[in-house]
C-alpha cells in the first residue's frame, strides 16, 4: 500500500510541476493579450510592470509549486522505503495540498472580483480603471484550448491521487 500512496504522490508532483512549465511557455502570449486589451481599455500597458502583475512563471509561480513538488516527491521516496512516519506524513501533506489545490481553486473561480479587489486596494488610479472581466479573458485566451483539460486533469489527480494515497496508508 505504501507503494501506491507513493505512485500517486509523484503523480501529485508531476501536475504541480506542470502549471511553471505551462505559464513559462504561454505566459509571454498571455502578457501580450493582456497589454492589447489594456490598450483597446485607453490604459498605458506599462501600469501592468509598474504594478509587478506578471503572466509568465516567475516568483511564487515557479517557487511554490516546485515546492510542493519537492516535497511530495520527497513524501514519495518515505512511502516506497516503508518508513514508519509515512502514515503520519502522508496524512499531513496530502491533506494540506488538497487544502491549498481547494484554495487555487476557489481563487480560480473568483478571480475577476478578487483581482477588481486588489487593483483599487493598490490605488493606482489607472489600475483601477481597468476592467478586468475582460482583461483576464484575454490573457486566458492566449492559453491553448488543452490548458483548461490539462487544469481539469491535474486537479483531478491532486484531489483523487491524494485520496488514494490517504486511503491506502490507512489500510496498512
Do not use: C
Not at 52 to 79: Q, S, W
Amino acid at each position: 500500500m505504501n507503494a501506491l500512496a507513493a505512485v500517486m504522490q509523484l503523480l501529485v508532483a508531476a501536475v504541480f510541476l506542470s502549471i511553471p512549465l505551462i505559464r513559462h511557455r504561454y505566459g509571454p502570449a498571455a502578457k501580450t493579450a493582456a497589454v492589447a486589451e489594456l490598450r483597446r481599455q485607453n490604459v498605458r500597458p506599462e501600469v501592468l510592470e509598474e504594478n509587478k502583475l506578471r503572466f509568465d512563471a516567475g516568483g511564487h509561480e515557479t517557487a511554490a509549486p516546485v515546492a510542493v513538488a519537492a516535497v511530495m516527491t520527497a513524501l514519495a521516496a518515505v512511502n516506497f522505503a516503508g518508513a514508519d512516519l509515512a502514515q503520519l506524513l502522508t496524512w499531513l501533506f496530502s491533506s494540506l495540498v488538497m487544502l491549498m489545490n481547494a484554495v487555487i481553486v476557489y481563487s480560480n473561480l473568483t478571480a475577476v472580483r478578487s483581482v477588481e479587489a486588489a487593483f483599487r486596494r493598490k490605488g493606482d488610479l489607472e489600475l483601477a480603471r481597468v476592467e478586468v472581466k475582460p482583461f483576464l479573458q484575454a490573457a486566458e485566451d492566449a492559453f491553448p484550448r488543452w490548458v483548461r483539460a490539462q487544469t481539469y486533469l491535474r486537479n483531478t489527480v491532486i484531489f483523487g491521487g491524494s485520496s488514494v494515497a490517504l486511503i491506502a496508508v490507512s489500510l496498512i
